[in-house]
């Protein structure tokens, strides 16, 4: 199972990729075809409750054994970290690939970026970003990665459950987005999931 999504970073780190809007479903030989999902900001608490009142159900919970925190981009260690995780959930995901360097996770994550442990080990990722559109300021999930040998473990779940709280902290956001492949059905299932839903395609370069 292959959580990830992570159109945003790939052209916030390449910045060559050129964005093409579907007009009535075309279809657009060479480029890669990406879902656009949303959920509006005022549904995100009530999605978080509901699912960690799920987990309080079982005595033993994995969500409680994974611990969330910031990555921080000045830290070599913490370098080594995101990229070597990245580049390993890409290279076993259907997404598109491009390598990411050390240089370039130091250089572009400098906030709204999270590491996942399990039992000190670091097994996954998630990348935020926010955007300013036409309607209002929009929160991005840029990416959700989690390690090929710890899936079906609800790290996933955890990280996306830290982001939604983190967006919850900004009063300005009026919706959530995340741009998923078409191809990557398992990602699509996830955040479905949440309550997200297609609004939209897009394709890249």
Known sequence: MTENVHTKIDRLVH????????????????????????????????????????????????????????????????NELFTTLFNLVLMTSPDPYRPLTVSDANKYFKEGTFLAFLYGQCVGYGVLTIENTEIGKIGVIAGIGVHPKHRRKKIALKIALEMGKWFLQRSDLIALQCEVYHENITSQKFISSFGFRIVGEIFLD
Do not use: C
């Open 15 to 78: 910045r060559d990729r050129a964005v093409q809007k579907a007009l009535q479903k075309e279809v657009i030989l060479g480029k890669d075809k990406y879902y656009l999902m949303e959920i509006t900001i005022d549904k995100v608490k009530s999605v978080i409750e509901h699912f960690e009142e799920e987990n309080v159900k079982h005595p033993i919970s994995l969500l409680q054994l994974i611990k969330v925190r910031e990555y921080d981009s000045e830290d070599p260690a913490d």
